[in-house]
């Protein structure tokens, strides 16, 4: 074999080898998404649907608007990294009439099925590519798909307080 046969052999196994890893990449974080919506929906399950009303002092958010507050900004982040059209538009969620246990579990529930299926339309270039998220902070596409699920991270784990104040047990944790 000529040096350039083996030199171009190489540059191709190194190529595949870097596609594999960045698709890897690709699949561990739609793995971590479906994680953190069965993780969420223990959450929704959890909470009497008395309790979707509830605050724990009156100018925080009732546990129904923290969900979908979680939600709205999954949505936002989502579309800002992948350039998809949301399903829901310019309205936010936390405006709904609807705040019952069924149709916030939904929608909620309908927002993780959201991130998830954009992640998996995305190619390792897109995952790396840069964006300007919210006009204002640069970082790869990737990055903010990670800032996503740190913001849906913190907001489910502030209602671990509201679970309890209903007499809810929360879930256990569902780190792996």
């Known amino acids: 074999m000529k040096f350039s046969q083996i030199l171009l052999a190489l540059c191709m196994v190194v190529g595949f080898s870097s596609f594999v890893q960045a698709q890897s990449s690709i699949d561990e974080i ?14 929704l399950d959890a909470m009497p649907a008395a309790g979707y009303a509830s605050k724990p002092t009156p100018e925080m958010r009732s546990f129904a608007d923290q969900m979908l ?3 709205d900004a999954n949505y936002m982040f989502i579309v800002q990294a992948t350039g998809a ?7 936010s969620l936390e405006t709904q009439t609807d705040k019952s246990k069924e149709n916030v579990t939904k929608l909620v529930l309908a927002g993780y099925d959201f991130v998830i299926e954009q992640v998996k339309k995305m190619t390792p270039e897109q995952l790396n590519a840069s964006t300007k998220l919210f006009d204002r902070f640069e970082m790869t ?3 903010a798909i990670s800032k996503a ?19 809810a ?8």
């Open 30 to 43: 739609v793995k971590e998404w479906e994680r953190a919506k069965a993780y969420t929906k223990e959450y």
């Open 69 to 71: 507050h979680m939600t």
């Open 85 to 91: 059209t949301s399903p829901i538009g310019q309205k």
């Open 141 to 143: 596409k990737g990055m």
């Open 149 to 167: 699920f740190e913001h849906q991270t913190h907001h489910r784990a502030q209602t671990t307080a509201y679970l309890r104040m209903a007499g």
């Open 169 to 176: 047990t929360p879930p256990q944790e569902k780190l792996f």
